[in-house]
């Protein structure tokens, strides 16, 4: 046990993650926790920082208030242009601009520093990348996030995506200088990029998709450029969004062992580490890496399409990225929103720092939570079926990786479900949610969430619990993962990146998945609803209560009261009759494949109609089909169900 000393972290508004001195006094919980951890044990190649292990950046990353607002803000002092297609503006209402801000984060970050010493410099390279390179994160002392300054707030800032090297040269596709740049690197090329291993361009040459010179006729003297495929794939985003714990290296039984200490990842593969986050690869090992797939308009923008990450969360748009002249306007402008799935953070940030700070304003704020709000919402499609008293709720996974993905701790999806009589009285509920106490009813309903924790040799080492545990840099154990696969869904391809199904089972090719509800025997008609929360109660109660270092848990507590709780967010919605007549195969429309059940009732009620299970009887017939109200199902009630078909 010792005494552990923070700095500020985070100042905001009077806020301020206070200067702590304070003993560790659980005993039992915490005294055999492995504080023995180093920066070796969290070193990842790549771009190393300024400081320490590797060569100093030529150049300094810019920071996107210091040089990137002179072009491509709307309203800036040189310009002024269409701020829904301004790339700064929208980059600064995203949670990637804000990554550096975001309350959550602090309090999870003080936890892992909790937990394992220097965890931090595993954690801020995603979240302050500049930071993190230039020597302001990764050092001792530095890995609480007290050193950070200035532009270190700008989160994952333009010049981060922009000065990014492609990892695999490419020859004739790569700019060229990436040769060199590769076999500079004194970090070692990463095996398989994730955790924030990148390589940046040690000189300011700012990469991107476009041919700048020709695009504005032979003449741009603005900054130096590269032209880069690579800012196109998915293999950029992988870089921060597969995340994988290097503490552990799995075994040939399939469980994670914790590493000897004081040294880096024997290997540096990513799936040879405890998988925390797996989204890119969910990406990889779906049907949209393979081509691109025509998504009805649901993503994409201009595009007919779609195939790669930024595909769907930049969707292209017409319009100019610069307006500072010579103009050039482009129908396959990338909108830099980022559309995600957070549904309350952003407005947290706002109140905590002031707007010249964080490029917000309570209109971009309110626009790009609704912006991640309709990406929920065309994330899925919602299906119900009736079958006897058994109702049937089918959600189907139209997006390019698992539903939900990311960051698991205190994320999830569920069904609500509510029936009522003929009076439009409820008379059942699954799945309730509390808006007052934010408890959510799991019980009786589908949950779609994964749940990590220790393993009984790490619940020992740590002093721990065994099982389920939101102590993220100390768990190796998937316990459950239930989430919906994405198109082209196959077990074994699965496996391979460590984002099988856990306590859960679909089938090769199933990108969705159904729930049975029992139906009431009052009930006469159904409101199904799906929702998605970020942060859920037991997650930022855990985050206030566990912190022993400092007030980071306690802001994010009151951030997350402050606005709404993390208020859930409707993703589908289906209001119906649960017996509709002439609806034989329950789906809740009438057409042609309701016809074979309507002739089997014809044939008497000993003949089981087809579509149907075997328990459908003779009164099941007349309730469905016998439209003429007499005594049995013939070609009088056939002519009155085609009547009732809307054309």
Excluded at 2 to 11: A, H, K, L, P, T
Excluded at 485 to 513: M, R
Aim: glycine residues 8%; aromatic residues 10%; hydrophobic residues 35%.
């Amino acid at each position: 046990m010792r005494d552990r000393i923070n700095s500020c972290s985070v100042v905001a508004y009077g806020f301020c993650v206070a200067t702590a001195v304070v003993a560790l006094t659980n005993v039992e919980a915490f005294a055999a926790l492995p504080t023995g951890t180093t920066l070796e044990d969290f070193f990842m190649p790549g771009t190393q920082p300024g400081i320490g292990k590797g060569a100093d950046l030529q150049e300094p990353l810019a920071g996107a208030f210091e040089q990137c607002i002179l072009c491509h803000q709307a309203g800036s002092p040189t310009v002024t242009f269409d701020e829904t297609t301004a790339p700064f503006d929208r980059w600064a209402a995203s949670m990637m601009g804000q990554a550096a801000r975001d309350p959550i984060f602090y309090a999870a970050l003080a936890i892992a520093e909790q937990d394992a010493d220097f965890a931090g410099a595993y954690c801020l390279r995603c979240h302050t990348p500049t930071g993190w390179a230039e020597g302001r994160v990764a050092g001792p002392g530095m890995t609480d996030g007290s050193a950070m300054t200035g532009k270190d707030f700008d989160g994952v800032s333009c010049s981060i995506c922009h000065r990014m090297v492609d990892p695999v040269y490419k020859p004739g596709v790569s700019p060229a200088v990436d040769s060199g740049i590769l076999a500079s690197v004194t970090g070692g090329v990463p095996v398989n990029p994730g955790s924030g291993q990148y390589i940046f361009d040690p000189i300011d040459r700012r990469r991107g998709p476009y041919d700048l010179v020709a695009d504005h006729g032979g003449f741009f003297p603005y900054h130096d450029f590269e032209i880069s495929p690579f800012h196109q794939t998915s293999a950029l985003c992988a870089t921060c969004h597969d995340v994988s714990n290097p503490l552990f290296t799995k075994q040939p039984d399939g469980s994670y062992a914790l590493n000897d200490l004081d040294a880096e990842h024997p290997t540096q593969d990513k799936f040879d580490q405890f998988p925390v986050e797996r989204t890119y690869s969910e990406w990889a090992q779906s049907s949209f890496a393979l081509s691109s797939i025509n998504m009805g308009g649901r993503f994409g923008g201009n595009l007919p399409a779609v195939s790669s990450c930024q595909d769907c969360h930049m969707e292209d748009t017409t319009g100019d990225g610069c307006r500072f002249p010579p103009t050039f306007t482009r129908t396959d402008l990338a909108q830099h929103n980022f559309n995600g799935a957070n549904s309350w953070v952003l407005s947290a940030v706002r109140h905590l720092y002031p707007d010249n700070e964080t490029g917000l304003s309570a209109q971009s704020v309110t626009d790009s939570i609704a912006r991640n709000e309709s990406m929920l919402v065309r994330a899925s499609d919602l299906e119900t079926y009736v079958d006897g008293d058994t109702l049937t709720v089918r959600i189907i996974n139209f997006s390019g990786h698992k539903l939900p993905t990311g960051y698991g701790e205190g994320r999830r999806m569920w069904i609500n479900v509510r029936f009522f009589d003929e009076t439009d009285a409820l008379v059942a509920e699954r799945g309730a949610y509390d808006v007052t106490s934010a408890g959510l009813t799991t019980a009786d309903t589908k949950v779609y969430e994964v749940k990590h924790g220790l393993d009984a040799e790490m619940a020992n080492s740590t002093g721990l619990p065994i099982g389920e545990s939101f102590h993220f840099a100390l768990n190796n154990e998937v316990l459950l993962d239930n989430r919906i696969p994405p198109l082209g869904f196959i077990n074994t391809n699965f496996e391979s990146i460590q984002a099988e199904p856990v306590g859960y089972a679909y089938a090769d090719g199933q990108n969705w998945d159904d729930t049975d509800y029992t139906i009431p025997p009052t009930a006469v008609s159904v409101e199904v609803a799906v929702y998605h929360q970020t942060t859920s109660k037991e997650y930022i109660e855990f985050l206030r209560d566990t912190n022993t270092t400092n007030t980071a848990g306690d802001l994010a507590y009151d951030m997350w009261e402050m606005f709404g709780k993390s208020a859930p967010v409707e993703m589908d919605f289906v209001s119906r009759d649960l017996f509709i007549a002439g609806d034989g195969d329950g789906d809740g429309d009438i057409d042609v494949d309701d016809l074979p059940a309507f002739v089997d009732c014809m044939a008497g009620p000993d003949a089981p109609p087809a579509p149907l299970d075997a328990n459908w009887d003779s009164q099941d017939c007349l309730d469905v089909y016998n439209f003429d109200v007499d005594t049995d199902v013939d070609l009088e009630d056939f002519t009155a169900m085609m009547d009732s078909v809307e054309p």
